[in-house]
């Protein structure tokens, strides 16, 4: 997964105060500790009292102070080299370090044995109401589908008018689309590019045809790289075709570019989400300076936050004033959901929205969605990241209100180890907002978990009274980055889009794969 769980010490500067909102708690009996406070001896309760303070200095200098809790007693030892090791690169000698042993000692001290996952319990949930039917998308390919992200726009092609469900392939490096209102025309490859993770249409030359824009990660995996991409899928004149055009490259991991007029001057911009990793990591601007004599924008670098982590960056005018702001999540040790307020002229004030109470609190993806239906947009988040230190019982989906003041109030949906993306819409019909989220997990641990019960794919229905009820829809594995809504068979109700994401161990790979790349939910006739 491209957002990795945090990490126990800050390396980067940028404070402000944390949220006093909770996060969401499990509902599962945890199991003792490694020690239980009162089986804690004398010296034991003498060396937290001794060492807290230094510690809680140390460690919430930039981020939440981490939970004992959060992680199991047996992984506090690689945690705290970890965060030990951070400030020691990072140049900063401002902070009082605490004994490293002291420091294990005290989180060890008064955290659990293990966490007590809710499997089975929890997250064995009963079948969905059959109010949409899935098919999936197969064809012959040699290697897994790696789907990172599903869009749904129209690309405004001569032969095929309409909307498509647009996606991005590591799998494959391929960016694809599909019609699912013209099932029997064959997938069609628009870009073959490194690792594609995210695709946004845009029309960036102001030639009146549909371009896109699209973030290449260019190394998946946790790693400070420098072989990301944004790249320019420009619209062929005459054709359904694009040519692939480099804005930018030499970035840390991008996630996630946005297009949009920032700066207020009539041309489009594109604001980038560079994930980075432990030493890597930005937001910026990519400002655009008109067209050179090709006709292709040429576009000059705005730094606009130095923290590493951002992992989506969608474009909203939040208050109303005529500009576009946007709203970042950014993960590591930061956990938080922020607003970038624009003055006009693209560049921003930064608010905080919500911030989790956790460095290591897994934040995975924002959606803005109006999930009141009071008339502003509100912030759909998961934090679901399992790739680093594994699934956590406070994984979740929750909703940030926006009441018109900041930060905004959150609201618990569900709990959901692994979760990484959902996405809102009014699924049943009965006018209030639902929930789909998707969960990725490493394949052992999704071996066991669905074989014990519990839902890789989760339809969150919402009552009369603001609960949410979960119930599962079918699926093989937790093997889902994305989750996209949209009406695909016009019948003005909403439908949703599912990508798989297989990783596999290789001796587990067959030599030709015939795996859904997407699984398609359409609404059936009442």
Not at 23 to 29: C, E, S, V, Y
Not at 184 to 205: G, M, S, Y
Not at 353 to 359: K, L
Not at 409 to 414: D, Q, V, Y
Request: aromatic share 8%.
């Amino acid at each position: 997964m491209i957002c990795i769980i945090s990490l126990v010490v800050a390396a980067v500067s940028g404070c402000r105060p944390r949220s006093e909102t909770p996060d969401p708690q499990p509902t599962t009996t945890t199991h003792p500790g490694s020690e239980s406070p009162d089986q804690l001896s004398v010296s034991q309760i003498a060396l937290i009292d001794r060492v807290r303070p230094e510690v809680e200095t140390f460690c919430a200098d930039c981020h939440a102070m981490p939970r004992s809790s959060s992680s199991p007693a047996d992984e506090w030892e690689m945690e705290v080299i970890q965060g030990f090791d951070l400030y020691r690169t990072s140049g900063r000698t401002d902070l009082k370090v605490p004994d490293q042993a002291d420091t294990l000692q005290f989180f060890r001290l008064q955290s659990p044995a293990d966490l007590g996952m809710p499997v089975p319990e929890t997250l064995n949930y009963p079948d969905a109401p059959p109010t949409h039917t899935k098919t999936g998308i197969v064809r012959k390919r040699t290697r897994p589908a790696g789907v990172t992200n599903v869009g749904w726009f129209d690309l405004q092609f001569d032969e095929l008018p309409g909307h498509a469900l647009v996606y991005c392939d590591i799998g494959s490096g391929a960016v694809n689309a599909f019609w699912p209102d013209h099932p029997d025309v064959p997938i069609k490859r628009l870009a073959t590019l490194l690792q594609p993770v995210h695709v946004e249409p845009c029309d960036l030359d102001q030639d009146g045809r549909r371009d896109l824009i699209v973030a290449d990660i260019g190394e998946f995996n946790a790693d400070d790289s420098d072989l990301g991409r944004i790249i320019y899928l420009r619209r062929d004149a005459d054709q359904d075709s694009f040519q692939t055009h480099v804005l930018i490259d030499g970035l840390s991991r991008p996630s996630d570019a946005r297009p949009g007029d920032f700066d207020g001057d009539g041309d489009t911009d594109v604001l980038v989400a560079a994930f980075g990793w432990r030493n890597s990591g930005k937001t910026l601007l990519l400002v655009n300076q008109g067209n050179d004599d090709q006709g292709i924008p040429v576009f000059e670098t705005r730094d606009l936050d130095q923290r590493h982590g951002p992992v989506n960056v969608p474009p909203v005018d939040f208050d109303g004033d005529g500009d576009l702001d946007f709203i970042s999540l950014i993960s590591q040790e930061h956990e938080c959901v922020d607003l970038f307020r624009n003055d006009g002229s693209g560049h921003f004030v930064r608010e905080p929205i919500w911030a989790a109470p956790d460095p290591a609190y897994g934040s995975s993806g924002i959606e803005l969605v109006d999930m009141d239906r009071d008339g502003d947009l509100d912030v759909l988040y998961t934090n679901g990241d399992s790739f680093d230190r594994g699934p956590k019982p406070y994984h979740s989906i929750q909703w940030l209100e926006n009441d018109g003041s900041l930060p905004m109030k959150r609201h618990p949906i569900s709990l959901m180890p692994g979760v990484l993306n959902a996405t809102a819409a009014d699924f049943d019909g009965d006018g209030d907002m639902d929930v789909v989220a998707v969960a990725l997990l490493p394949w052992q641990t999704s071996q066991q978990w669905v074989a014990q019960g519990a839902s890789p794919i989760v339809m969150l229905t919402q009552d009369d009274q603001g609960n949410f009820t979960p119930s599962r829809l079918a699926g093989r594995l937790h093997d889902h980055l994305s989750v996209v809504q949209g009406d695909f068979n016009h019948d003005s109700r909403p439908d949703f889009a599912i990508g798989n994401f297989f990783r596999v161990p290789a001796a587990q790979t067959p030599a030709v794969i015939e795996q859904p790349e997407l699984l398609i939910w359409q609404s059936v006739a009442e």
